[in-house]
């Protein structure tokens, strides 16, 4: 069946340096993709998503691009700060008559100042 | 436009007691899907619910779970006779058909914890 593998954490970094959590899944069709992320005692906002090989989904200043050819989707920050300390869920979500989304594990991300 | 709405946001339950979750869906969202995390884990689908239809309860257990979607009100998780093992997050989503493509949009969740 369908489902995520995303690096397990926790993941540690300092403030302002560079991130990439990296995804990767396996699919009978053509899934959506997506990145959610979940602050302390919160529930689940979603990120960013793509939903067809090559798009490039952005937020906050994060991106992912949906790579058919490796199939991966792994998020990326240029500077990250304090604030983006969460955990980070990659997920797909075949859109069929079900449209249920499969989550990764998550990855914990903590960011030290 | 308020989000999806949960409550309670914890609930405590002993040992063979019966806890109900309760789902307001955004407004003008007609699809409701439940999931359960647990500690340190994903989230896992549960059911997907339409108003007053089960549409797929393939990640549900056979036994003391239900849900239900009525016309009017939210949508309800049941658990019977609970066990240690329900203790999680429960996360209800919504969404609403965007032609082909849909969104969901989480709760804040229930916390269960079964003594």
Known sequence: GDSVTQMEGPVTLSEEAFLTINCTYTATGYPSLFWYVQYPGEGLQLLLKATKADDKGSNKGFEATYRKETTSFHLEKGSVQVSDSAVYFCAL??????????????TRLHILP | ?????????????????????????????????????????????????????????????????????????????????????????????????????????FGPGTRLLVL
Request: include cysteine; charged fraction near 30%; glycine fraction near 8%.
């Open chain 1, 93 to 106: 979500s075949e859109m069929n008559r079900d449209d249920k989304i499969i989550f990764g594990k998550g």
């Open chain 2, 1 to 105: 436009n308020a989000g999806v709405m949960q409550n309670p946001r914890h609930l405590v339950r002993r040992r063979g007691q019966e806890a109900r979750l309760r789902c307001s869906p955004m407004k003008g969202h007609s699809h409701v899907y439940w999931y359960r995390q647990l500690p340190e884990e994903g989230l896992k689908f549960m059911v997907y619910l339409q108003k007053e239809n089960i549409i797929d309860e393939s990640g549900m257990p056979k036994e003391r779970f239900s849900a239900e979607f009525p016309k009017e009100g939210p949508s309800i998780l049941r658990i019977q006779q609970v066990v240690r093992g329900d203790s999680a997050a429960y996360f209800c989503a919504s969404s609403h058909r965007d032609g082909n493509r849909e969104t969901q949009y």
